[in-house]
């Protein structure tokens, strides 16, 4: 079974950016939709944005203009671009495969 691995979480100041990927230890191209979701302390897991295998995209409204997620079937990645982050982003990101296979997460924190 395809195993997802995040990166690149951490702490950043408000209007900061960050770059989480997503690496699959198999072929993602069989997963037609990719995705990032966050889950903050006290709140349900939900969606940040998703990718279809020919690239179309969907993003939640809090994240809209802001995230830009990105994949790679070649290189079997999942990226999300994090801009102009708020105090309200911080969460653990996880990424999904189908909403099937889970990575571990990984903590972006956004604070002064």
């Known amino acids: 079974q395809v195993q997802l691995v995040e990166s690149g979480g951490g702490l950043v100041q408000p209007g900061g950016s960050l770059r989480l990927s997503c690496a699959a230890s198999g072929s993602i191209f069989s997963f037609n939709a990719m995705g990032w979701y966050r889950q903050a302390p006290g709140k349900e897991r939900e969606l940040v944005a998703t990718?279809?295998?020919?690239?179309?995209?969907n993003y939640a409204d809090s994240v809209r203009g802001r995230f830009t997620i990105s994949r790679d079937n070649a290189k079997n990645t999942v990226n999300l671009q994090l801009n102009n982050l708020k105090p309200e982003d911080t969460a653990v990101y996880y990424c999904?495969?189908?909403?099937?296979?889970w990575g571990q997460g990984t903590q972006v924190t956004v604070s002064s």
């Open positions: 999904t495969a189908k909403g099937v296979i």
């Open positions: 990718i279809t295998r020919g690239g179309i995209t």
